[in-house]
């Protein structure tokens, strides 16, 4: 099993709709987790991290699933500017060890 | 603020060359490190930094070298190119009390001929 796993998609979705991706981690002694965004040549930029508790910002919702293994991102009301591609990052050492291993990303393309 | 900077933007070299690609960055981060992207592959890590004078390795450091004489530069250098390190280069800090989360430099294309 890979480290951190993602489905590439892409997922084409209507303006408007809701979409989710989910990402699957292997180590469980896992520490933090952040989903990230990059666009077509770009720097990533953080989106938001997750948290234990789940949490949310405006139109995105991020929840951790230690049992399973799992982070998931929930886009509400998708918008054109929303197309970019999601990574999902996951730090396997914590603290200051530094080991943030990264998924390969799952590409969202929203539609007029 | 700057944040993160990269320099080149882009850079051509040919097969057996040597180089280094700058990172800066200005918010006191304890944490720097290199990674590279390649099509089909992900972000992996080059090399890390939690401090100055502190580096250590990460999953592909083969070919590459750092060092971190100051908390601002975060310098990688080529040793003698080949065509598999044509890549795209980030450089990305973090404060270690932010749990790690990361802020990237725009990037550096590389292309080894």
């Known amino acids: 099993r890979k480290e951190v796993e993602q489905d590439p998609g892409p997922f084409n979705v209507p303006e408007g709709a809701t979409v989710a991706f989910n990402c699957t981690y292997s180590n469980s002694a896992s520490q933090s987790f952040f989903w990230y965004r990059q666009d077509c040549r770009k720097e990533p930029k953080l989106l938001m991290s997750v948290y234990s508790s789940g949490n949310e910002d405006g139109r995105f919702t991020a929840q951790l699933n230690r049992a399973s293994q799992y982070i998931s991102l929930l886009i509400r009301d998708s918008k054109l500017s929303d197309s970019a591609t999601y990574l999902c990052?996951?730090?396997?050492?914590?603290?200051?060890?530094?080991?943030?291993?990264f998924g390969k990303g799952t590409k969202l393309s929203v539609k007029p | 603020n700057a944040g993160v900077t990269q320099t080149p933007k882009f850079q051509v070299l040919k097969t057996g060359q040597s180089m280094t690609l700058q990172c800066a960055q200005d918010?006191?981060?304890?944490?720097m490190s290199w990674y590279r992207q390649d099509p089909g592959m992900g972000l992996r890590l080059i090399h890390y930094?939690?401090?100055?004078?502190?580096?250590d390795q990460g999953e592909v450091p083969n070919g590459y070298n750092v060092s971190r004489s100051t908390t601002e530069d975060f310098p990688l250098r080529l040793l003698s190119a080949a065509p598999s390190q044509t890549s795209v280069y980030f450089c990305a800090s973090s404060s270690l009390a932010g749990g790690l989360e990361q802020y990237f430099g725009p990037g550096t294309r590389l292309t080894v001929l």
């Open positions: 990052v996951v730090n396997t050492r914590g603290g200051s060890q530094g080991n943030l291993i």
């Open positions: 918010m006191n981060h304890e944490y």
């Open positions: 930094s939690v401090g100055a004078g502190i580096t």
